[in-house]
């Protein structure tokens, strides 16, 4: 009885370890497969097709590193495409907090695709650097699908697809959080010109500026005492 009472203990115990890691362990961003409904321009004419998307971030240091994945393609070639020749790239519409795009690019494809096949435009990689701290959200774009040397697609997104990423940012280097600079002209008496500089810096300058119009002074005294002497 007293080992079972010991075991139910640790057991209880290792649940609660558990519970507090799980909780303050809660990831900082909310990610969600989002269906969006492409419409294509192609080489070959008007194409339309739906693709979830997945969008997810790893932060790296200042930045986060972003990944886009396609769970299908959105448009086919009429003929084969050649191992290397595609490569897509996309942009991810920032909203909350910031505002802009993300630039992301996937790699060339490994194997040749064949005709009529939907191209597989599988994961795209970025890096978004913050300029604000709050929630961003990030929704897909227009993609463009480059393949035998030229933008064989471009792809919109029909209906106003959600967001399939919320990031919440926080300790971003331009963030709200940060001080601006004393010169910023959108600050309480910034103008933008460089102020007139009275610290101890400029003291010590102007102190070295002194000493050495002092010892040339004293050189020149010596050089004219020389020639007179030597007359």
């Not at 799980?22 to 909310?30: K, N």
């Not at 993300?102 to 990689?125: E, H, M, Q």
Request: contains cysteine; aromatic residues 2%.
């Amino acid at each position: 009885m007293p080992n079972r009472r010991r075991t139910a203990a640790a057991l209880t115990a290792a649940a609660t370890v558990t519970g507090v890691v799980v909780l303050t362990a809660a990831p900082a961003a909310h990610a969600a497969v989002v269906d969006v409904d492409y419409a294509c321009e192609t080489k070959i004419g008007p194409k339309k097709a739906v693709s979830p998307v997945d969008i997810k971030a790893v932060r790296n240091g200042g930045s986060y590193t972003i990944t886009m994945s396609f769970e299908k393609g959105v448009s086919d070639s009429p003929v084969e495409l050649p191992k290397g020749v595609m490569t897509p790239r996309a942009e991810l519409v920032l909203g909350g907090a910031d505002s802009g795009t993300v630039k992301v690019k996937g790699t060339p494809n490994t194997a040749a695709i064949p005709p009529d096949t939907p191209i597989a435009i599988g994961t795209l990689t970025g890096t978004y650097t913050p300029k604000k701290n709050g929630k961003v959200t990030f929704t897909a774009g227009t993609l463009t699908v480059h393949a035998l040397g030229m933008d064989a697609a471009v792809c919109t997104a029909e209906n106003s697809p959600a967001p399939s990423l919320v990031l919440d940012v926080t300790g971003a280097a331009g963030g709200s959080d940060a001080p601006p600079p004393a010169d910023d002209p959108g600050t309480s008496g910034g103008t933008g010109a460089e102020l007139p500089r009275t610290g101890p810096l400029d003291s010590a300058v102007a102190l070295g500026t002194l000493g050495g119009t002092v010892l040339l002074t004293g050189a020149a005294g010596v050089l004219w005492l020389t020639r007179r002497t030597a007359r």
